[in-house]
């Protein structure tokens, strides 16, 4: 049974930083396309970044520069690392897996809330 458990949410200045994780199990993260999205106070869920097998990583727009994933197989996690914050990165963030061959991600943590305060 595929679980994702996403932590490191809270609250921030803009301009600050923070980190979340998610910690997967059922799954081996390093074999996997991962992804991060949020999704805002009445708005849809937006992807924001993926990291694929074996190796690439894609970002939206709205983060290229200032957001980074990345992975630690050892630890069986996915990170995003959130810089430069900015009001409008309000939201909650999600983890995913996509499977293999899979043409839309499928698994998906809880959720972890990240407030970014002027």
């Known amino acids: 049974q595929v679980q994702l458990v996403e932590s490191g949410g809270g609250l921030v200045q803009a301009g600050g930083s923070l980190r979340l994780s998610c910690a997967a199990s059922g799954l081996i993260v390093s074999r996997e396309t991962m992804g991060w999205f949020r999704r805002a106070p009445g708005k849809e869920r937006e992807f924001i970044a993926s990291?694929?097998?074996?190796?690439?990583?894609y970002y939206a727009d709205s983060v290229k520069g200032r957001f980074t994933i990345s992975r630690d197989n050892a630890r069986n996690t996915v990170s995003l690392q959130m810089n430069i914050l900015k009001p409008e990165d309000t939201a909650v963030y999600y983890c995913?897996?996509?499977?293999?061959?899979?043409?839309?991600?499928?698994?998906w943590g809880q959720g972890t809330q990240v407030t970014v305060s002027t």
């Open positions: 990291i694929i097998w074996p190796a690439g990583t």
């Open positions: 995913a897996r996509k499977e293999l061959g899979a043409v839309e991600f499928d698994s």
